[in-house]
């Protein structure tokens, strides 16, 4: 069955280190999402890719980067994690036609704590 | 950009009693309102969406209102149960990709 996993789930890293969460989708899909979910912030944009190559950044996109090579990884790249970036992290994927069904799968969620 | 706004943040109801989410949106141009159910340690999972072109739509205990003039959408979960239990989101979109979420909704259903 077609589906989307983040690793590691859980991470615990500090301050100044660079982090990357991996996405992986077999559906695919064109377009990509990471989300960061915050207590009273609900989720919220960080970056999003409607195919290879092609990157954007979303409300929160500041000290993240994302890169994409290939249609199934989006991989998000924490330069240098700070402790307000201790969060947890949604990876999504959905289909490219617009106007059709535009559901966003999401992944299991990855914690990640910055000390 | 758009701002979605989301009302309750937590609601409480017994079994088998009504729930109403409440969202309203900024941007006019917005055409795609999905909402999502959270369960504990799991990302969120879409329950039902609805285009700016329908009023309503149902789905069994589910259904889902939309005001365009208002710019506000509403879910009605009928004949709660336990397992209704969660954290409800609402989203807009205009583009029909990327999703603007409200802060989310806990409804807690008791037996």
């Known amino acids: 069955d077609a589906e989307i996993t983040q690793s590691p789930r859980h991470k615990i890293t500090e301050t100044g280190r660079q982090v990357t969460l991996a996405c992986h989708q077999t559906?695919?899909?064109?377009?990509m999402f990471w989300y960061r979910q915050d207590l009273g912030h609900g989720l919220r944009l960080i970056h999003y890719?409607?195919?290879?190559?092609?990157?954007n950044k979303g409300e929160v996109s500041d000290g993240y980067s994302v890169s994409r090579s290939n249609t199934e990884d989006l991989p998000l790249t924490l330069e240098s994690a700070a402790s307000s970036q201790t969060s947890v992290y949604f990876c999504?994927?959905?289909?490219?036609?617009?106007?059709?069904?535009?559901?966003?799968?999401f992944g299991p969620g990855t914690r990640l704590t910055v000390l | 950009g758009e701002n979605v706004e989301q009302h309750p943040s937590t609601l409480s109801v017994q079994e088998g009693d009504s729930a109403v989410i409440k969202c309203t949106y900024s941007d006019s141009a917005s055409n795609y309102f999905p909402w999502y159910k959270q369960e504990l340690g799991k990302g969120p999972q879409l329950i039902i969406d609805?285009?700016?072109?329908?009023g309503e739509k149902k789905d069994q205990r589910i259904a889902v209102t939309l005001n365009k003039t208002a710019k506000h959408f509403s879910l009605h979960i009928t004949e709660t149960q336990p397992e209704d239990s969660a954290v409800y989101f609402c989203a807009a979109s205009n583009s029909g990709y990327a999703l603007n979420f409200g802060k989310g909704t806990s409804l807690l259903v008791t037996p």
């Open positions: 890719s409607y195919g290879v190559h092609d990157t």
């Open positions: 559906w695919n899909h064109n377009n």
């Open positions: 999504a994927s959905s289909s490219l036609i617009q106007g059709a069904d535009n559901e966003q799968f």
């Open positions: 609805i285009r700016s072109n329908v």
